[in-house]
């Protein structure tokens, strides 16, 4: 299997950019994902499970607050 590394040739965004922006993506995917996990365990009273979740969301949140200022100043110059 060959693979070709697209640099931004075809997108028009470079790797490094495009990995930021994936993975702000992945964050915001991630909190919005874990929402519905917390509400599971909301239902079911398990306090262990909504604290664990709650963190994790809390955390993917934060991941996402850094790569979008990191882009912001990236896209900005």
Same mark, same amino acid.
């Given at each position: 299997?060959t693979?070709?590394?697209e ?7 470079? *790797?490094? *950019?495009?990995n ?6 992945a964050?915001l995917?991630?909190a919005?994902r874990l929402?519905?996990?917390?509400e599971d365990a909301?239902r ?7 604290e ?9 949140r934060k /991941?996402?607050?850094? /790569?979008k200022e ?6 900005? *110059?």
């Amino acid at each position: 299997m060959t693979s070709t590394a697209e640099t931004g040739r075809v997108t028009g965004t470079a *790797d490094k *950019d495009y990995n930021l922006i994936w993975y702000v993506e992945a964050c915001l995917n991630n909190a919005l994902r874990l929402e519905s996990y917390i509400e599971d365990a909301e239902r079911e009273k398990d306090t262990e499970v909504i604290e664990l979740f709650r963190k994790a969301q809390a955390h993917s949140r934060k /991941g996402a607050d850094l /790569g979008k200022e990191l882009l912001r100043r990236r896209l900005s *110059d």
